[in-house]
């Protein structure tokens, strides 16, 4: 998406000149470099996972594309940061509130019937297998990572959204709780201790997972809390700015040097690639040494902090970071990013499994990029297209509205 087509996408509102503050808290402001870096996320994943197949551990280039995994914490900051805005915004201004129900059906039609689709598309080429009623069930709901006997099953890039799905469900229930402890020390003083404690939990939910062995169904959503707390921080930080009348200290330093906030973010990211020795094949779930695995975490937090402050507080027009960021190219790939996610694995996998086999070809990684990227990027504007937007306009319907709003018998 892009300043130059004003458009919704994720229910977000392309705002003349990048404006920090909506008319409207329901339909907070789009920020024009954040479908950018949601690109620059996606094309990060897309290459780990080729590396993943195609490199060799001794490869001089695998330990740097291995750690492009960042991208996935990429996508968990922003998410926390655009879902929680605009419930920060209602309560600093006293709204009366968002309507839940209106919520929950615009976050399904955005997130299922695009990925049933790419679930199917799986299962047919024989991608992915589902051996039991559980299975179905659970990868159809999206919540086959709190079954362990279910590792392995579905598309294996939809933990993710298993993460995305428990946040989502979760966070009415959170705002709600903010406003009542707003309303006896204040909405400020609500949003930034329950944030920071949210944020807090997530970082030692990490590190239970990387030095013990907590339970399955504390090992989807409290892991990765920290990276999505940190993006609800920057969500009250960016509201709370908005409607002061002179420019706050928080938002001046967010929005100076864009090129060092984005410096910091490659040195952090930089450090976990030279320094901690993580192995080219982990994952992002704690594995190998404890320490590196929670050195790991922080630092690319902090990456993906340092990508996103630039382009949540000032004028989004000047700068180069500013201007790379809306660089119509990666706006394109954020605005398709969802559907080149629920496909890219399946496409590396047909091509070089498959068709790279059956001809005798070497799947090398220059290959796999050269063939894989243009496939995955048309799979993912075909999603987008033809079944994402319908239905998040269905989801958005009068009828689905007015039906919604009936009382209940």
């Keep these: 998406m892009t300043q130059d087509a004003p458009q919704r996408t994720e229910g977000f509102v392309n705002a003349a000149g990048g404006a920090l503050v909506a008319e409207d808290p329901t339909a907070p402001p789009f920020f024009p470099g954040l479908d950018g870096v949601r690109g620059l996320a996606m094309l990060a994943v897309f290459l780990t996972h080729t590396s ?25 900051m922003m998410s926390g940061f655009l879902m929680y805005r605009p419930y920060v915004v209602q309560h600093l201004r006293h709204g009366d509130g968002l309507g839940t129900r209106s919520y929950f059906r615009r ?22 297998t589902l051996d039991s009623p559980l299975a179905w069930i659970a990868n159809v709901a999206l919540v086959q990572t709190y079954f362990t006997d279910l590792f392995g099953q579905g598309l294996p890039q939809a933990f993710t959204l298993v993460v995305e799905v428990s946040f989502y469900l979760l966070l009415p229930a959170f705002a709600l709780l903010v406003r009542r402890v707003g309303g006896r020390l204040g909405p400020m003083r609500a949003e930034v201790g329950l ?62 040097r864009p090129w060092a906030w984005w410096g910091v973010a490659f040195v952090a990211w930089l450090a976990v690639v030279l320094f901690l020795g993580i192995d080219t094949q982990e994952s992002l779930f704690a594995s190998g040494k404890p320490g590196q695995a929670m050195g790991r975490y922080v630092l690319l937090t902090v990456t993906s902090a340092g990508l996103l402050v630039p382009l949540v507080f000032g004028a989004q027009q000047g700068g180069w970071v500013r201007r790379f960021a809306g660089w119509r190219p990666l706006t394109f790939l954020g605005s398709v990013s969802y559907g080149c996610y629920l496909w890219h694995y399946s496409v590396l996998w047909v091509l070089n499994d498959t ?28 999603s987008f297209r033809f079944v994402e937007q319908p239905a998040i306009r269905f989801g958005r319907s009068p009828r689905l509205r007015r039906r919604s709003a009936r009382p209940g018998p």
Excluded: C, H
């Design 195 to 256: 944030v920071g404690l949210t944020t807090l939990l997530g970082f030692l939910g990490y590190a239970w997972y990387s030095f013990g062995d907590p339970p399955s169904a504390l090992r989807v959503l409290p892991p990765w809390l920290g990276l999505i707390g940190a993006g609800m921080g920057l969500a009250v930080a960016s509201a709370w700015a908005a409607d002061q009348p002179r420019v706050p200290a928080v938002a001046r330093i967010g929005a100076a």
């Design 355 to 382: 068709w790279f086999g059956k001809y005798g070809v070497e799947g090398t990684f220059e290959k796999l990029v050269v063939t894989g990227l243009p496939i995955t990027i048309l799979l993912g504007w075909l």
């Design 107 to 128: 976050r399904f039609f955005r997130v299922y019937p695009g990925y049933w689709v790419a679930l199917a598309g799986g299962l047919l080429i024989g991608f992915t």
């Design 52 to 76: 993943y197949l195609t490199f060799a551990p001794e490869s001089a280039y695998a330990v740097f594309l291995s750690q492009l995994n960042v991208g996935v914490l990429i996508f968990f």
